[in-house]
């Protein structure tokens, strides 16, 4: 079954330092989305990204962070500069026909931890 | 906010009782999802129900959307002690967009 993945499944970062979080979404699926979960909480949208380009973004999707499809397979969240609020959990996730007929999948997440 | 709030935040119940989780949420919808997550792991989706369906039923799971009074409910009947996990409900709007509620904490006791 085709699935969303994502890595490094772990990353531990200085304050201060660029990270750039993996995903390759679903092969024929078109609208793509990051979002973050600090520790048991709520999840939070990011961002979403469709025919090469950002559709929204969210309050917390400032400066700091970027996003990239760069050969058509991948789709990378970028942060410029972490800080420590940066510690979360990172999932990306796709969709075929986007949010109005279709279901997200998820990939496993990527879980930053920022020093 | 745009995002839906769950209720209960937990819930603890033995196995073999149903759950019901509640979702309330603001703002117009498309249509709403259910998505569970086992600890530190992805989300999974569970249901869809469009704006315009009272009730949907799939397995073991039973969802309701009251558009008037802006909410949802996810009932999970014959628990079993593998439905412990997190239980999130997904509004998506007119723009497309998905977002997520706080969640609903289920744990299912042997």
């Known amino acids: 079954e085709p699935e969303v993945t994502q890595t490094p499944s772990h990353q531990v970062t200085q304050m201060g330092q660029e990270v750039i979080l993996r995903c390759v979404p679903i092969?024929?699926?078109?609208?793509f989305y990051w979002y973050r979960q600090i520790l048991g909480q709520k999840v939070e949208f990011l961002v979403s990204?469709?025919?090469?380009?950002?559709?929204?973004k969210s309050e917390i999707f400032d400066d700091q962070f970027s996003v990239e499809r760069p050969d058509g397979s991948n789709f990378t969240l970028k942060i410029r500069s972490t800080k420590l609020e940066d510690s979360a959990m990172y999932f990306c996730?796709?969709?075929?026909?986007?949010?109005?007929?279709?279901?997200?999948?998820f990939g496993e997440g990527s879980r930053l931890t920022v020093l | 906010s745009q995002q839906g709030e769950e209720d209960p935040q937990a819930l603890s119940i033995q196995e073999g009782e149903n759950a019901t989780m509640n979702c309330s949420y603001k703002?117009?919808?498309?249509?709403l999802q259910w998505y569970r997550q086992n600890s530190g792991r992805g989300l999974v989706h569970l249901i869809l129900?469009?704006?315009?369906?009272r009730e949907k039923h799939s397995g073991r799971l039973r969802v309701t959307l009251d558009t008037s009074k802006k909410s949802s409910s996810l009932l999970i009947t014959a628990s079993r002690a593998a439905d412990t996990a997190s239980y999130f409900c997904?509004?998506?709007?007119?723009?497309?967009?998905?977002?997520f509620g706080t969640g609903t904490s289920l744990t299912v006791i042997p």
């Open positions: 129900i469009r704006s315009n369906e």
């Open positions: 996730a796709s969709t075929l026909t986007g949010a109005n007929t279709g279901e997200l999948f």
């Open positions: 092969s024929n699926h078109l609208y």
């Open positions: 703002t117009s919808i498309n249509n």
């Open positions: 990204f469709y025919n090469n380009e950002i559709s929204e």
């Open positions: 997904a509004t998506v709007n007119t723009g497309n967009q998905f977002y």
